[in-house]
């Protein structure tokens, strides 16, 4: 293992000159006009695993190829499935750029580049690491398999399928994924839950069609009036949801993960001044970290019907719809909470319209044990490294991909990211540090030792 | 009198073959192209009055002009203030029409154009009145003074500010509109009230930008969530607005009138079935006329904010808005229900979030006495027309022009028209019946002779 630290160390020139050559290419994955870029980063990173002496496939789908590679030299040790993207948002705006996009520049200590750090950098940790242990060592401590895709920027449609129809061939004994930040800047961090999620549409329908509001105003349905009523009483005024059973399955964090979140450097009054507002809206009894990470939520995220438009339409609108999402903490169901949510929203509709509430996805939240196995040996591995304990957080996001670990493939999932919270991702100057480009790359490579025993 | 009435009979050809003359010229307000179009129009039935003995004019406007066309040959008598407008509609959809819209057709007994009815056909009815009556007579027994707009379907922005600053060129002693409905077939009809409108939009700011949901759920405002929750405050179940003090200064229509209304032929299941609901929402205290006609309301027409689109987005929007209307009956003053419903959307504000009230427009609303001397001239001229004294009626809309004269030229206005409720207004196949484009003329024959005393 220390060898294959000190190799990293002596190659640190040579990897971040790799890292740049995988970031010069743009593969935005939402941009047709660049599916042929995201191809080609696909088979530059299955390139570069089978080089290294993995068995490398880039499979197609639909849209962006899955790139799957494996190394399973070590019979009767541990798996792990190393999880990463390969493809980037877009650049836009590209006028706010100190440097281009994919013309990665290094400067005051941290590689600018769209990607850097949003996931190419991160991924690329795994890769160098699994590359110092074979050239020093000649074998992994652990058996490797890596899933990578080019769709997460678009929300991972391919691999939601994909996942539970391979489950022999993904089978592990837990997941890596780097595609996060550090809590604060040489905080080594372990993120042990994510919020799930479900997003509905739900339609109110009124009269036959539009009406003119001075015909007809005072005795017909007006449906984004009646959208509006629904929607004000899915939620009180402090921000508690009033669905009957909503927070029946909440469970809350215990007492430590209380009392380590209390101890983490987290500001509440620069979260509100980073937002722009004087106090946090929400749940007053709740600290701002529990009502981000282990409270569930409802936002409403678009309206449509009538006419929203520059100058003035006297319209009664007949139909409306509104996009309304819910992030869900452990123990919540998304199956059973749509459920109550439709059931709710039913009872609400005021007489004279019809309403439908509509399913568009949803993903189970997900909890990591601190004591996993996999997750103790990422602490001790990042102990190592930063000289300090990790801290335990979670993230209010969801990432349906470790949902599915968690549900298809029954194995924990260790989230050690190594971004900052300034990195810029999705926006313009993207960047990653230097020196959590190697931190992540030492961290991977004791992670394998001592996963591997 | 008789004798402007026989000859009115006697050129029914001609005054056709003249309407279908300006009928044909296709003067669509709304549609760039059709400029144009719009001032052949204006000419055209200026040129048709300054032949009839009027002195005409065509005043320029920022948009569309406004014809004005005096006989003042009466001193010492009243005078009448005929109001019309010559533009029309666009006719879409041209598929659905069985003759096109600009190649007047008579069938049946009716004239299908678009503008038969609204409003070139009705307001030729006035112009072949005075013509009748000076081809017989040599003079008119009141002073008649024409105000015809190119703006109507399109709000009348111009006419809005002209009236007040041509407050002297327009004294009259009553005004004239013909730009309705007869209540139904063979039932003659006075139009004694008109609701007003106050048009506002109402917008709500969160934080700084629009943010993830889950990243920022939980302790940030929702901009759209809090608009919903505004909007819904405004009006309870019963379709009741809760802003203190709105029905404070409403004034109920009188026993005579309620009963009255009572006794028209409407039938509110057919209304349902129309609209297509069980039942009609709103205020179950009143009638479905007295709502429509007497009752204030408030409608929500659009709301913007967010993400509305096809798929699906995670976003807390930073900023929503609402278009919301009311209409206004007596003796509600828009100013003061703008400042109430400020105060109020105010208030409701959930924490968090900041709350603009903007108003983008208002209209009074209007109620003209049945005893006024120029309606109850109305009323024997039309009595005398259709054999059975006119219903009296009032209308849900709101007729910015009618509400200038009320409020700037202090005069009541004489609303009679004479289509159908079935003329297909601002649809294809708009028509109007022959037999009230000949009814219409002789009822405003023997309204200038009624009037002029």
Same mark, same amino acid.
Request: proline share 9%.
């Given at each position: ?21 995988? +970031? ?7 941009? @047709?006009? &660049? ?13 570069? +695993? ?49 440097? @281009? ?5 290094? /400067? ?29 060592? %000649? ?11 080019? /769709? ?17 061939? +993904? ?29 509905? /549409? ?55 993960? &209380? ?87 039913? &009872?609400?509709?005021?007489? %004279? ?19 996993? @196995? ?80």
């Amino acid at each position: 293992m220390d060898q294959a630290v000190a190799y990293a160390r002596e190659q640190d020139g040579r990897f971040l000159a790799e890292l740049i050559e995988f +970031l010069r290419i743009p593969s935005v994955s939402t941009a @047709p006009e &660049r599916g042929g870029d995201v191809a080609r980063a696909a088979a530059w990173i299955a390139g570069h +695993l089978e080089r290294l002496g993995f068995r490398s496939r880039v499979e197609p789908t639909d849209l962006h190829p899955i790139v799957r590679a494996d190394w399973l030299g070590a019979p009767g040790r541990p798996t792990v499935l190393c999880y990463g993207h390969y493809d980037v948002q877009p650049p836009d705006p590209l006028d706010l750029w100190n440097s @281009p996009p994919f013309e990665p520049t290094v /400067e005051q200590g941290a590689l600018y580049a769209r990607g850097a750090s949003d996931d190419k950098g991160q991924l690329f940790t795994h890769v160098k690491a699994v590359e110092a242990i074979l050239r020093t060592a %000649g074998s992994l401590p652990v058996n490797v398999k890596f899933l990578l895709e080019g /769709e997460e920027e678009i929300g991972s449609p391919s691999l939601a399928t994909y996942v539970p129809r391979h489950r022999r061939a +993904l089978a592990a004994d837990a997941a890596l994924v780097s595609d996060g930040a550090l809590f604060a800047p040489g905080l080594p961090t372990l993120t042990t839950g994510l919020r799930g999620l479900l997003y509905a /549409e739900i339609e109110v329908s009124g009269a036959r069609c539009d009406l003119h509001s001075g015909q007809y105003g005072g005795a017909a349905p007006n449906a984004l009036g009646a959208l509006a009523q629904i929607l004000a009483a899915l939620k009180d005024r402090q921000g508690r949801i009033r669905i009957p059973g909503y927070y029946g399955r909440v469970r809350p964090p215990d007492d430590a993960e &209380r009392s380590a979140w209390a101890r983490l450097p987290f500001d509440e009054v620069a979260f509100c001044n980073v937002i722009g507002v004087a106090v946090a809206p929400g749940e007053e009894a709740y600290p701002i970290l529990e009502r981000l990470w282990a409270r569930p939520t409802l936002d409403v995220h678009g309206i449509a019907g009538g006419f929203a438009g520059i100058g003035m339409k006297t319209v009664i609108p007949s139909r409306a719809t509104a996009k309304v999402s819910m992030r869900l903490v452990p123990d919540q169901r998304p199956e059973r909470i749509f459920k109550q949510l439709e059931r709710f929203v039913r &009872r609400q509709a005021p007489p %004279g319209v019809r309403v439908e509430v509509r399913h568009l996805a949803s993903t189970p939240p997900v909890v990591v044990s601190p004591d996993a @196995p996999a997750v103790r040996a990422a602490a001790r591995s990042l102990e190592a490294v930063f000289g300090v304990p990790p801290v335990y957080t979670r993230s209010g996001g969801s990432i349906p991909v470790v949902s599915a670990f968690d549900r298809s493939l029954k194995i924990s999932t260790v989230m050690m990211g190594f971004g900052l919270p300034d990195d810029n991702l999705h926006a313009p100057n993207e960047k990653f540090a230097l020196v959590n480009f190697r931190q992540g790359i030492e961290a991977a490579i004791r992670f394998f030792h001592e996963f591997g025993g």
